[in-house]
């Protein structure tokens, strides 16, 4: 095990946001006092201003932004996150700007994140189970914070069986982002062979619920409808995954206020008065790097390597671009690069690949260099027929601003490029 290998950010969290400018601000202050470093935030298409808020944050390094047009690209987000960060960060985690990580006990989220995926060397990621808090009688949107404004909440055990979802059992994932193969719902990722969640007590979890609730340790509070014009607003945007609206009736069943709970407003206050001390993000360590990149790929490899394993060679990639780009005498990067050629190049014949994945591997292009050798050809070749599949599935989704996007990637590639 590499012990004196430090990630730049300890936590890290992803998030696709659409006009979300009255409440991002909070959501931010909040995270960062429990203990996250970093941001990656995908803004699908805001019109309120949301950029501006952000600004600062972008301007210490705090948030990394992402304009990010189209139509239901939650998951394109969380993966094109993934595949460009796992290096960046010890733990990522996916969640929604109306969704708060609250550890119940006065701790930083990383002690908590320690501890928990101590209980079993093969967990991948911790499952974090939701409580869903009410309108608390709000019609319309009150003056100042999100946290402080609504207090109530469903109770323990409910039986939300008698409804069409049991949101309470729906969980979160903050993971070990080397050990996801690929993000596959917004809720639990496609985890590494022989690597899987657990929750807060050790206990694997498979899927996106867990029906025996674990929320004594962390949990997320999760603040779904607000007030009714609120939700009404909401309910209009969409859904940031797949297509179609929400039931208006889902107001109703979801606004739920039995429980008076202002734990985390406790837990916020406590924060404040005990602030993080703030690290510097660290530089890359390459050799401890690949160290530990080959040990995790040594465990948990898959039987079959071109099966979804696309984003392994990509960090094989990322290692010998880094180590170039560092000053180092490109010794990793050499040795690598003919056979990374090849199995890219078999990978993108043999994988269904998703677009951050090939947008990597059109960088990788770049940082290859050298002469053009027939496994460079080939990869080329393979990239181009990658591409106008993209184009053409979505031409038949009607998505006119990707299909326009990847048109214009592909025209750039090939007058870039040589056969």
């Not at 992803?14 to 409440?23: H, L, S």
């Not at 932004?65 to 990522?92: I, V, W």
């Not at 119940?104 to 101590?118: H, P, T, W």
């Not at 590639?413 to 040589?418: D, K, M, Q, V, Y």
Request: net charge negative.
């Amino acid at each position: 095990m590499i012990t004196d290998f430090t990630f730049p950010h300890e936590l890290a969290l992803t998030a696709i946001v659409k006009d979300e400018a009255p409440y991002i601000a909070e959501w931010l202050d909040y995270h960062i006092a429990a203990g996250v470093s970093k941001f990656y935030i995908f803004d699908n298409e805001s019109t309120d201003g949301v950029r501006d808020i952000l600004m600062p944050y972008m301007q210490d390094g705090t948030v990394e932004y992402t304009f990010y047009p189209g139509k239901y690209r939650q998951l394109d987000a969380y993966n094109e996150s993934l595949f460009l960060h796992r290096f960046d960060c010890r733990y990522m985690g996916f969640i929604d700007i109306d969704e708060f990580l609250l550890p119940l006990r006065q701790e930083r989220l990383i002690d908590v994140l320690d501890d928990i995926m101590a209980t079993a060397p093969s967990s991948g990621g911790v499952a974090v189970n939701c409580k869903s808090f009410g309108s608390s009688g709000h019609k319309t949107m009150p003056s100042g914070s999100v946290l402080e404004n609504y207090l109530y909440r469903a109770p323990d055990g409910y039986d939300w069986s008698i409804f069409p979802w049991k949101w309470d059992a729906h969980v979160k994932t903050i993971a070990n982002p080397r050990r996801i193969r690929a993000v596959t719902s917004p809720h639990h990722p496609a985890y590494c062979w022989n690597c899987w969640a657990v929750d807060e007590n050790g206990n694997r979890v498979d899927g996106v619920d867990n029906f025996v609730p674990a929320t004594h340790r962390i949990r997320v509070n999760h603040y779904f409808t607000k007030s009714r014009a609120e939700w009404l607003a909401k309910q209009q945007k969409g859904k940031a995954d797949v297509a179609g609206l929400r039931p208006v009736e889902e107001f109703e069943w979801r606004d739920r206020n039995d429980v008076f709970d202002d734990t985390i407003v406790k837990y916020f206050e406590w924060l404040k008065a005990n602030p993080v001390q703030k690290r510097e993000a660290s530089g890359y360590e390459v050799f401890p790097l690949l160290c530990y990149f080959l040990q995790e790929l040594n465990e948990h490899r898959e039987k079959d390597y071109y099966q979804g394993e696309i984003e392994r060679l990509l960090c094989f990639w990322q290692i010998g671009a880094r180590e170039r780009q560092s000053g180092g005498d490109g010794l990793f990067a050499d040795l690598l690069e003919q056979t990374l050629l090849e199995m890219c190049g078999n990978a993108l014949g043999a994988a269904r690949i998703v677009p951050a994945q090939v947008e990597l591997l059109l960088s990788a292009w770049e940082g290859f260099g050298g002469n053009p050798t027939a496994a460079k050809k080939q990869l080329r070749s393979n990239l181009i027929t990658v591409l106008k599949g993209f184009i053409e599935v979505f031409r038949g989704r009607g998505d006119q601003v990707s299909e326009r996007y990847f048109s214009d990637v592909l025209r750039e590639f090939l007058i870039g490029t040589t056969g």
